[in-house]
């Protein structure tokens, strides 16, 4: 897949409208954060690529006695999956969102090989139940079921796959966000400063309409943490406090230095909308990029520049010699299309731009 031209017209295109801030932008409500629930199961119906059975670990030896104990293999014992290469002992998560689930939905599963399988493509999962244990008893707590056919999304990575809709919940997940009264608002990481912190809490006690209910109801009590004490006409209905409180305006909110976050080993790149690039030349892998400002509407460049592999009627005009109005990222979007370059190119396209000291903005990498 190229993921080169969309990241490039990102790269390329600067921000002009500024929206309103409010606080939901900058934080996350406590309590409310998403969930993984994780099993362990056998896929079966592989054709050879399943795990050895003498590779397994004595982890994995234990995990199958229990397995077999519980009595989840389905139409095979435990000899019966050790011994064969169609099989394999997995790790099945489940992710519940932040917003909190309800007994009867069905969400997706992510299954990891736990053994030493090299594809699970084509498995199936059994029927693998899903529990947690309560901190209170040590009981175990069903809370769902998942089982169906495996998808492989990376073909790099074979012993990891998907089942669309592989999971249906037999539980309610609420997520509280209140506790002694107190709604606890932590600062997104990408925020988390004192001052924004102070800008959140002053938002909530000069928001009218919180006002009314309560006198300064927040506190800035951490640079990544904001508490509201919900008031007493609130407690029959803490969603509409909460509602009010996240939509209150930010004032006053430093721009923040926008930034091109790059991941080599994942090949991805998330680049803020108000990067923007200086005009400058780079060539990289007999690609060149000339990026230079779009033209003034009714401006013609008296020497168009030439790109590589633009639409032909663009490029024949050019040589022969007519004044051409570019668009410089549709020409750019056409050559990069028809070179086709890899997001590894536009990664090193990107640190030439940083050494050039092109980039008006700050460029970080992460594993």
Known sequence: MRLILPLLIILLVSGTAAAQLRVEHFVRVKGQEATEITAYGIVGGLNGTGDDPRNYSPQAQA????????????GNDEAAVRGARNS?????????????????DVLDCVVYSEGSAESLAGGVLSPTALHSILPQDDKSLLQGFAQGRIVIEDD???????????????????????????????IKREHARPQIANLVADAINTDPEIRMLSSRPANAIHQNEVVVRL??????????????????????????????TINE?????????DVEVRPTLVTYNGIVADIAPELEEGEMEEFPRQFIDIDTDTRFRQMSGEAVNNVKLRALQASLNALQATPQDTIEIIKILEKQGAIIGEVIFVD
């Open 63 to 74: 995990i199958l006695r229990q397995l077999a104990r519980s009595g989840m293999f389905v």
């Open 231 to 260: 008031p007493r006409e609130k407690f029959l209905d803490p969603l509409d406090f909460l509602a009010q409180i996240l939509n209150a305006e930010m004032l006053d909110v430093p721009r923040p230095v926008p930034r091109v």
């Open 156 to 186: 790099t990575s074979p012993n990891v796959g998907r089942i669309v809709g592989g999971c249906r919940l037999r539980a309610n997940f609420n997520n509280p966000f209140i506790r002694d009264g107190l709604i606890t608002l932590v």
């Open 265 to 273: 080993r994942a090949r991805t790149i998330a680049i803020d909308v």
């Open 88 to 104: 394999a002992l997995v790790r099945v998560v489940v992710t519940i969102p932040a917003t909190g689930a309800r007994e009867g």
